[in-house]
């Protein structure tokens, strides 16, 4: 009798979304093809929801992101281009363009790297970017310094 | 039910193009990028007033999964049905998250008879809380499970039979499936039980490496089209629908799409 499926569907997403080996019996080369698009398709949806990652990070953009999701299981776009903006960040690397729009973000809502982000009730500022972002009751004001 | 016509996936990068399409009587719009409680966008609430119907079409249920679906997750489906006054809500066979771990995208079963059982189970715990009849589409897949015990038509008749539910059959993953596995398409279409079709759906895709992907994002195939000539032949679908979901085309490339399906199934243009 063959492992149940619950055990089986999981061996089998995580070898498409965090790295672990692929299960015994599948094609290797077709599970590699569904992990490539499955990470085209991700991309995608972070290119939408941060353009301006994408953009700052020009044609880097599609290596930086896969080689850094190809280990961490998908937490939605959203999620997924704020986790790489922040690492970026803290390495220093992330383009100026991104950081505004990293600050942007972090202006108008908490998001404890764990959960979903939620909306600020408080007045919040932010840099980013040469950028200074301030938040008030929503409304989000971009302050930038002449270049 | 659904009216006779040509249908276009409802998704705000196109809200202005589909709005315009001066035919359309039926949309299908992704029901996770609603909110079943919150304000609805205006554009798809200003379809619904000129009467068109909108069917939800749930992309995470996971009702392939061999743990049950989430109360949350049917909850949001039959609210939005609610809502939207929906003819019929639909659904995939297929799974999206295992060991709490979310894959992303709707990823095949096996086809084996625990399987049958897991999505039968899931169905009917759905069915019971819609308002509205559930409509089950088969999936493209880039792999097999190793051990399979049945064939594609026996797997999806026996989910239909057990479960009453409609069929939502996609032609682009027909198509898919058989070009990847070396088979014909027909072959499957000649035993599937088409009576059960709700509506159909059409769809682009593109080679990579041998392999042909189902992405919404690309060019529909001529072969496609073809199936829609075939899939008629045999049984006159009610609806058919064109699911696009990015790169999205200049509008004249789309409509020339809409088009084309109108003129394989003999339906009325709704350009």
């Known amino acids: ?147 | 039910m659904i009216p006779y016509s040509v249908g276009i996936g409802w998704r705000p990068e196109i809200c202005g193009f589909v709005a315009a399409l001066p035919g359309l009587r039926f949309v299908e719009v992704i029901a996770e990028s609603l909110t079943a409680h919150g304000p609805l966008p205006p554009a798809l609430v200003a379809l619904r007033q000129r009467g068109m119907a909108v069917i939800p079409h749930g992309v995470q249920l996971s009702l392939g999964g061999a743990d049950p679906v989430a109360p949350s997750r049917v909850a949001h489906l039959a609210r939005l049905a609610e809502r939207l006054s929906a003819p019929l809500v639909s659904e995939h066979i297929a799974f999206v998250r295992a060991g709490g771990v979310e894959a992303g995208h709707l990823l095949p079963l096996p086809r084996t008879r625990e399987a049958v059982d897991a999505v039968v189970a899931n169905v009917r715990r759905t069915q019971a809380e819609l308002p509205v009849p559930l409509a089950l589409e088969p999936i493209a897949a880039l792999f097999d499970w190793p051990d399979d015990e049945l064939d594609e038509a026996q797997f999806l008749t026996e989910i239909l039979d057990r479960t009453e539910a409609l069929l939502l059959l996609d032609l682009a993953n027909i198509y898919a499936n058989a070009r990847n596995r070396g088979n014909d398409p027909v072959d499957l279409l000649d035993r599937l039980p088409l009576d059960r079709i709700a509506y159909v759906h059409v769809a682009g895709g593109i080679e990579h490496d041998g392999i042909y992907h189902d992405t919404h994002t690309d060019p529909l195939p001529p072969a496609v089209l073809e199936l829609v000539a075939e899939l008629c032949i045999r049984h006159r679908p009610p609806a058919l629908l064109l699911e696009r979901d990015g790169n999205y085309p200049p509008a004249p490339v789309l409509r020339a799409e809409l088009d084309a399906i109108a003129a394989a199934a003999g339906y009325p243009t709704i350009t």
Not at chain 1, 59 to 78: H, I, K, N, Q, Y
Not at chain 1, 105 to 133: C, F, H, M, S, T
């Open chain 1, 1 to 147: 009798m063959s492992r149940d499926l619950a055990a089986r569907q999981a061996d089998l997403v995580a070898a498409l979304v965090a790295d672990a080996p692929v299960p015994a019996g599948f094609d290797p080369l077709r599970v590699e093809a569904a992990r490539a698009a499955l990470l085209r398709k991700r991309a995608g949806g972070v290119l939408r929801h941060w353009p301006l990652l994408a953009a700052g990070l020009g044609d880097v953009w599609l290596s930086t992101f896969t080689e850094w999701a190809r280990t961490r299981p998908p937490p939605g776009p959203l999620r997924d281009g704020w986790d790489l903006a922040r690492s970026l960040a803290a390495a220093g690397t992330l383009p100026a363009l991104a950081a505004e729009e990293l600050a942007v973000r972090e202006a108008g809502w908490r998001y404890d790297g764990v959960g979903e982000p939620r909306r600020r009730r408080l007045p919040a500022l932010q840099r980013g970017g040469g950028a200074i972002v301030l938040q008030v009751a929503g409304r989000v004001h971009l302050l930038r310094r002449p270049r």
